[in-house]
């Protein structure tokens, strides 16, 4: 019962962290411009926000290799994090970033 429990805080954390780094680019980078809108900072967050919502899809449907994608999500995130991490006002994509991926770390380690 646990075991479902954490998966199904893992697609959270994932829905989550995809919405809000979506929100965050959209909401935020774009229209604050400058290091915000850096080609290299847009491109980590639009890969965040396709590779959480694309891990939680794999483990909506329990296929046998959610947790290579879970490992995976864990690095995106922390990198998005930490990309944000150096941006004013991101402080909501940086929590969301870092809640994912110590969850799908999680994740990835149990299945392992």
């Known amino acids: 019962m646990s075991d479902d429990l954490e998966l199904e805080d ?5 829905d989550d962290c ?16 400058g ?3 850096e080609p290299r ?3 980590l967050m639009l890969d965040c926000v396709d590779l959480c919502r694309t891990t939680a899809d794999f483990m909506r449907r329990g296929s046998p290799n959610h947790a290579r ?3 995976a999500c864990a690095d995106i995130c922390d990198a998005c994090a930490e990309s944000c991490a150096k941006l004013d006002d991101m402080e909501e994509c940086v929590e969301a970033c870092r809640d994912c991926a110590e969850s799908c770390r999680e ?4 299945a392992a």
Do not use: F, N
């Not at 995809?18 to 411009?33: D, F, R, Y």
């Not at 994740?107 to 149990?110: P, Q």
């Open 107 to 110: 994740m990835a380690s149990a």
């Open 69 to 71: 994608l879970c490992a």
């Open 41 to 43: 900072h847009v491109i």
């Open 35 to 37: 290091k915000h809108v």
């Open 18 to 33: 995809a919405s809000i780094c979506l929100e965050s680019l959209t909401g935020h980078c774009l229209p604050a411009g």
């Open 10 to 14: 893992c697609i959270d954390a994932c």
